[in-house]
Nanobody
Framework: QVQLVESGGALVQPGGSLRLSCVTS????????VGWFRQAPGKEREFVAA????????RYADSVKERFTISRDNAKNTVYLQMARLKPEDTARYYC???????????????WGQGTQVTVSS
C-alpha cells in the first residue's frame, strides 16, 4: 500500500510560479514512477508529467513543456512539480500517482493522492 499526499497548491497570478510536492509513504517509493495529473472543472483528468524511479527519464504533456519541471528526492520520498509562467488554463486540481511504468496513461497508475488546488487568476 502506498499513500500519497500533495501540497503546495495556491492562488497565483498569471505568469507566476508554484512548486507542488508529493510525499509518499512506503519503502518501495524509489522503485516507482511518479506522475502528476490535473483535472479542471468540467474536464477529464489529464496527464501533466512523470518521472522514472531514479529520475533518468521524464515525460511532459505538450501544454506544459518548457514551463513545468518534475523532479524527485528519493531520500525524502518526495516528488516535486515546479511550475513557471503559469496561465489561467493551468487552473486545476493536481494529483500525484505512482506506477511501475513511465507512462501518460492514467490507467497504469495504481495509487493516487487527494490532490491540491492550483488557481491561476488575476
Amino acid at each position: 500500500q502506498v499513500q500519497l499526499v500533495e501540497s503546495g497548491g495556491a492562488l497565483v497570478q498569471p505568469g507566476g510560479s508554484l512548486r507542488l510536492s508529493c510525499v509518499t509513504s512506503g519503502s518501495t517509493f524509489s522503485h516507482l514512477t511518479v506522475g502528476w495529473f490535473r483535472q479542471a472543472p468540467g474536464k477529464e483528468r489529464e496527464f501533466v508529467a512523470a518521472i522514472s524511479r531514479i529520475a533518468t527519464y521524464t515525460r511532459y504533456a505538450d501544454s506544459v513543456k518548457e514551463r513545468f519541471t518534475i523532479s524527485r528526492d528519493n531520500a525524502k520520498n518526495t516528488v516535486y512539480l515546479q511550475m513557471a509562467r503559469l496561465k489561467p488554463e493551468d487552473t486545476a486540481r493536481y494529483y500525484c500517482a505512482v506506477s511501475t511504468t513511465l507512462s501518460e496513461a492514467e490507467i497504469l497508475y495504481s495509487y493516487w493522492g487527494q490532490g491540491t488546488q492550483v488557481t491561476v487568476s488575476s
